[in-house]
């Protein structure tokens, strides 16, 4: 069964510093995985997604994840945080069976003045 | 941009008490899916719906729940007698075929239970 682990509930970065957020993950096929946000009071919007074509993906708001296979890992990044950045982000996977998505625990991105 | 509707936003019920929420699709989805998220806490499965029917469903979505496509729009979940630790944010979300495409979710709807 696949899951997720999100390394950091909480992570806060300057304005104008780099944004890293963590995900590794656990399946027994390629997955495909996938970064979603959630601003406050809102619900889940897609930022990017690996389905095993690039493994560097470019996803909206600046943001990009770069798929390892060796470290089981697909981690977030921005070079320049942005006031607008603040809220939860969260890693999903699902495996090519079409089973359904695998949340990790949200990472909360607080970006300070 | 095609979204996923659901109503509504905010729903306060009695302990015990039936509740629906609803949910408006995209329209050229085929899977359908309910997800729940307690405050504070992840966001968990309950339940995939395709070509009429449960596809999946997790150790959450007990007897209590049941989903329906009452007609060609609109796809329900219903929580037949409520317990205080169903209040949470449930979010309905819709996807092509084949998940490599994404899901897209709706603004989700917070059950309070009191």
């Known amino acids: 069964a696949q899951s997720v682990t999100q390394l950091g509930s909480h992570v806060s970065v300057s304005e104008g510093a780099l944004v890293l957020l963590r995900c590794n993950y656990s399946?027994?096929?390629?997955?495909?995985l996938f970064w979603y946000v959630q601003y406050p009071n809102q619900g889940l919007q897609l930022l990017l997604k690996?389905?095993?074509?690039?493994?560097l993906v470019k996803g909206i708001n600046g943001f990009e994840a770069e798929f390892k296979k060796s470290e089981t890992s697909f981690h977030l990044t921005k070079p320049s945080a942005h006031m607008s950045d603040a809220a939860e982000y969260f890693c999903?996977?699902?495996?090519?069976?079409?089973?359904?998505?695998?949340f990790g625990k949200g990472t909360r991105l607080s970006v300070i003045a | 941009e095609p979204e996923v509707t659901q109503t509504p936003s905010h729903q306060v019920t009695q302990m015990g008490q039936e509740v629906i929420l609803r949910c408006v699709p995209i329209?050229?989805?085929?899977?359908f899916y309910w997800y729940r998220q307690i405050l504070g806490q992840k966001v968990e499965f309950l339940v995939s719906?395709?070509?009429?029917?449960?596809?999946?469903k997790s150790e959450i979505f007990d007897d209590q729940f049941s989903v329906e496509r009452p007609d060609g729009s609109n796809f329900t979940l219903k929580i037949r007698s409520t317990k205080l630790e169903d209040s949470a944010m449930y979010f309905c979300?819709?996807?092509?075929?084949?998940?490599?495409?994404?899901?897209?979710f709706g603004s989700g709807t917070r059950l309070t239970v009191v």
């Open positions: 690996y389905t095993s074509a690039a493994t």
């Open positions: 399946s027994s096929v390629p997955p495909y």
């Open positions: 719906f395709y070509n009429n029917e449960i596809s999946e």
């Open positions: 979300a819709s996807s092509e075929p084949k998940v490599l495409y994404g899901y897209t």
């Open positions: 329209s050229n989805h085929l899977y």
């Open positions: 999903a996977v699902s495996d090519p069976g079409n089973t359904p998505l695998v």
